[in-house]
């Protein structure tokens, strides 16, 4: 066999089944690859940014890596931004980037790049094969690292050479570091903490801590001592609905921020960071804290949470077994009449179907839907934890692929659409269970509400001009039908509840437009 075969073969001994791909030339070995050694699904993404955050929605639903392959530096470099946002959400993931062969590289053809630079800031590792025999071992390396801790993104260099040469055969898995424990202290000083606030403590919980079995321990926590649950503002997945606890957020608006941790005077943080600002503002503040809250940090997200949680609980003396579940609550009626985003997201929650699994990118259309969809079924809700737009159409992708016997809807904006428009395509192309809504309110619209903030009360038309998405006004139905994905507009909500219905009781890729 050559390199790039006893790279697959390594990739699937090591439990990779996957690979969101966009290659190039020095990438047709391992192409080729793809067909000899069976265990590997490729999904072709049109753009890397595609590839790249699809591997991210992958990671967050089944915590097992996808690989990636891409072509040279540019495109590691057109991935790059859904790869900062997957390193922010502690997703594990393998990305396999073509180089030229070891001797051409010398020559500074026009593809020639800095592979190592490009990939240094959002990789744990790097890997770079310099001969054909390095390239297994490298692969089984690099699967080892995505699935450490909570998640770590390992980028391996592929010279074409190393590819094409053969080799004797693939390297064995390796095994996976179990995550730590936390000190005793650290539990100690939490149960002190919670204790001794009562109502006015707060558990803020992140990464894993977010799913059911955690959730579960968590509430035994706040039922014992009387604290609020929380995540800090984003969570990469959050299992909630039902008979989940309910964990309130805190908002992404900073006066609204403010209000929320106002009477906060413990803050314990379990799988996270203390809330901060997502932008500095003149004469605000960037730590969301009020000066007279105390932080307890107790575990980091790469640490054992449960583990970390179930101390904390023995610690408060929590009653075993399962809280009591919050009480039910009504699902809102489905409205009718004029858009606006209170009828927004009631007729999102009026909808959602039980075990979805939303991505949510509507920025400022969206903003209640959070709050409203406390009342649906289980479902499972991703957000976008490194701030760079264009992540759910991609993650939608990943998702489906993970769970395509699960629905996934994809709330967005334009503005955020357009970044990743083309994996409408790979939606299409591999007949995934999606529904993506559109919010086409034809701007940018979280940009004017920062022009205030920053301070711009009175912009003129050259800065409006660069928030708006009008002439032409973008047509969603046009470019979703031109990508092969069903598509339909509406302006009126009873008309958007109806397409939102129909769309979530068809299997296969849909979009709906809401214009307003």
């Not at 391996?156 to 179990?178: C, F, H, I, R």
């Not at 660069?466 to 069903?486: E, F, I, N, S, Y």
């Amino acid at each position: 066999m050559n390199g790039a075969e006893s790279l697959v073969k390594t990739l699937v001994a090591s439990g990779v089944d996957t690979c969101f791909a966009n290659p190039g030339t020095s990438e047709m070995h391992f192409v080729a690859a793809l067909d000899h050694v069976p265990g590997i699904r490729c999904v072709l993404g049109l753009q890397e940014n595609v590839a790249t955050g699809a591997a991210d929605g992958y990671w967050r639903m089944l915590h097992k890596p996808a690989a990636t392959l891409l072509h040279l530096g540019p495109g590691l470099a057109n991935g790059a931004a859904n790869l900062h946002n997957a390193r922010k959400a502690s997703s594990g993931i393998v990305n396999v980037v073509g180089e030229h062969a070891t001797y051409h590289l010398q020559y500074d053809a026009p593809l020639t790049s800095d592979i190592d630079g490009i990939a240094r800031p959002f990789s744990a590792w790097i890997g770079r094969a310099k001969a054909a025999h390095d390239v297994a071992k490298l692969g089984a390396e690099a699967v080892s690292i995505a699935r450490s801790g909570s998640g770590k993104i390992a980028t391996m260099v592929l010279p074409a050479d190393t590819a094409w040469t053969e080799v004797t055969g693939p390297a064995p898995q390796l095994p996976v570091p179990p995550r730590a424990q936390v000190d005793d202290s650290a539990i100690l000083a939490a149960a002190a903490a919670l204790k001794k606030a009562g109502p006015r403590g707060m558990l803020v919980l992140g990464g894993h801590a977010l799913l059911r079995p955690c959730q579960d321990v968590a509430a035994r926590i706040a039922a014992a001592t009387g604290c609020k649950l929380s995540n800090p503002g984003a969570s990469a997945r959050m299992e909630r609905g039902g008979d989940l606890p309910r964990t309130g957020r805190v908002p992404y608006i900073l006066s609204q921020a403010l209000a929320y941790l106002k009477d906060t005077d413990e803050m314990v943080l379990v799988g996270c960071r203390r809330p901060v600002a997502f932008f500095a503002y003149p004469d605000q503040p960037s730590l969301l804290t009020p000066d007279h809250c105390n932080i307890t940090p107790v575990a980091d997200v790469d640490d054992d949470l449960l583990d970390a949680l179930e101390r904390l609980a023995d610690a408060v003396k929590a009653p075993k077994g399962k809280a009591a579940g919050p009480a039910p609550l009504e699902k809102p009626g489905l409205p009718t009449g004029g858009v606006s985003v209170e009828k927004i997201a009631a007729a999102v929650a009026a909808l959602l179907p039980d075990h979805a699994i939303v991505l949510d990118e509507s920025l400022t259309s969206g903003r209640g839907i959070f709050a409203a969809t406390e009342a649906s079924g289980p479902h499972d809700w991703l957000q976008n934890m490194g701030g760079s737009i264009g992540y759910s159409l991609p993650m939608a992708v990943g998702c489906a692929v993970a769970c395509p016997d699960r629905k996934v809807i994809a709330l967005t904006g334009d503005g955020s659409a357009f970044y990743t428009l083309q994996a409408l395509w790979s939606m299409a192309r591999e007949q995934l269970n999606i529904t993506v809504v559109i919010f086409a309110n034809r701007t940018y619209n979280i940009l004017r509400g920062e022009l205030t903030n920053v301070g711009v009360l009175n912009p003129g038309p050259r800065a409006v001009d660069m928030l708006t998405l009008d002439r032409p006004d973008p047509d969603w139905v046009a470019l979703a039908k031109g990508h092969g994905v069903p598509a339909v507009r509406v302006d009126e909500m009873g008309d958007f509840s109806r397409a939102f219905a129909a769309a979530l009781e068809t299997r296969g890729p849909q979009l709906v437009e809401l214009v307003f």
